[in-house]
């Protein structure tokens, strides 16, 4: 069974500061990746996502991801983070052949201190 | 467009109670699906289903049930509630249309607490 890593479960950084979170999964076939945001008290909104093509992805916010193939690596960036980038952030892998039933990460906190 | 719905948002139960969470979507999403999310663990998937009248088992099924008799609802039912599963629930939904390469959308969550 694939299975998502997260190396960080907790992050804490000031306002400006530069952020990247690792994601590493486990499959090895083609897959689709994802990283979807949890704001404190909402639901969970997608940042971006991957499918093919160029391995750099931009999503919103600011937020980028590179998919490393032979890594098995789709770690997210942001430059220069804000105060509103402060939630918890989720790695997610399927399998598009497999009804792509979704494979999430434990996710990351993140903590932006103004 | 009311996207995800679930509710209740909250909810307290004592252990062997039974509760139905309710799922509804207006975006007439095929796939829908039940997560629960719990500190450490990120989400994982209870049950999903790909259309009406067809739900399979996801990472960790056991103690729900699910059916999917319309498109836009998938309700969870906990036949008989344990501590274990104290939980944040979210359904979500996407299409399948293209493959399986679509955005999920997820509801605001049910907060369930067994005592």
């Known amino acids: 069974a694939q299975s998502v890593s997260q190396h960080n479960h907790h992050v804490i950084l000031s306002e400006a500061a530069s952020l990247e979170l690792g994601c590493n999964y486990s499959y090895g076939g083609t897959v689709n990746l994802f990283w979807y945001v949890q704001y404190p008290g909402q639901h969970l909104q997608l940042l971006l996502k991957y499918f093919s093509g160029d391995p750099l992805v931009k999503g919103i916010k600011g937020f980028e991801a590179e998919f490393i193939k032979s890594k098995f690596s789709f770690n997210l960036r942001k430059p220069s983070v804000q105060w509103s980038d402060t939630a918890v952030y989720f790695c997610a892998v399927n399998d598009p052949l497999g009804w792509g039933k979704l494979q999430f990460g434990a996710g990351t906190q993140v903590v932006v201190t103004p | 467009n009311a996207g995800v719905t679930q509710t209740p948002k909250f909810q307290v139960l004592k252990t062997g109670q039974s509760m139905t969470l309710q799922c509804a979507q207006d975006?007439?999403?095929?796939?829908m699906s039940w997560y629960r999310q719990d500190p450490g663990m990120g989400l994982r998937l209870i049950h999903y289903s790909v259309g009406a009248g067809i739900t399979d088992q996801g990472e960790v099924p056991n103690g729900y049930n699910v059916s999917r008799s319309t498109t836009e609802d998938f309700p969870l039912r906990l036949l008989s509630a344990a501590p274990s599963q104290t939980s944040v629930y979210f359904c979500?939904?996407?299409?399948?249309?293209?493959?399986?390469?679509?955005?999920?959308?997820f509801g605001e969550g049910s907060r369930l607490t067994v005592l």
């Open positions: 975006m007439n999403h095929e796939y």
């Open positions: 979500a939904s996407r299409v399948t249309s293209g493959g399986a390469t679509g955005e999920l959308f």
